[in-house]
């Protein structure tokens, strides 16, 4: 042998990027590594990814799995506690539900890394959540703005991260990560056309508002504009997608990944959660479709 030192392992960092329903795929990018002998060192999210990085620090990545897989569009509907004062939707059910079953701990007490990102609705600024509640760090991190109440945290009002850092590879490097593997689900985004079989109908997101303000919906005979027109949710959420998209390619320019992992997800609404099965075969195809440039980049 040399006299030289031997080489180290990197560190190595997963940026899960943000991108409602299709952000599943996490858990089919997280499996199809693991069969590859390959783990992150390092776990970074905004928003969905917040989520699912950390039932997967937590060990609850089985769990998630289960219940993904399983997940119809009435069980969607069913975690969704109607507001109108800050968003649409207050979270509390589901928040309760994510820290009941998935991520009930204390930041130092993951077995590795694990942060997210969520933004100062004041002063727009950038927020890396690291210490404390990691439930609570997600319900800020996934709090899409009109759609979900903004979190209070520490004096701040917080809402998703989705708005300064969507695909947080500069949170991974912050943190100690030497390499950072990231998952854009924005970059096959498309026009759905006319949406899905079972697609939750825009008339049931329609009763669920109304019954959230205390009255009944309309009995009319449904028009041609409300079968083909989007809810009002769907509208909301997918307005702001394409603002995160934007923002996405602008930090991914200054902050490039040493891998970029880009799930072909452009079929699925954002607002599609029951077609978890979908998302996660795909995040497994695209790890699969990007494992020689994966183990190129690991190479030491």
Known sequence: MSGGRRKTRPKLGIALGAGSARGWSH?????????ADIEPDIVC???????????????DIDTLEQWVAALGWKDVLG???ISFNGGLIKGEKLI????????????DT???????VATDLESGREIWLREGSVAEAVRASIAMPGLFRPSLRDGRLLVDGALVNPVPVSLCRALGADLVIAVDLGSDRQGRGHPPSDAIPAATWKQKLMNGF???????????????LPSLIEVLTGSLQIMQVRIARSRLA?????????PRLGHLGTM???RGAEAMAEGRAEVERMLPAIRHALEY
């Open 272 to 274: 599609d959660y029951h």
């Open 96 to 107: 309760d539900f994510i820290r009941h079953r998935f991520v009930d701990h204390e930041f």
């Open 110 to 116: 993951l077995e590795k890394p694990f942060a997210c």
């Open 214 to 228: 205390g009255l009944a919906a309309q009995r009319a005979a449904p028009t041609e504009d409300d079968q083909t």
């Open 254 to 262: 200054g902050e490039p990944a040493d891998v970029m992992l880009a």
């Open 45 to 59: 999210g905004c928003s969905i990814g917040a989520l699912v990085g950390a039932a997967y620090v937590n060990g």
């Open 79 to 81: 975690l969704l506690d």
């Open 27 to 35: 858990i089919g990018v997280i499996r199809a590594l693991a069969e």
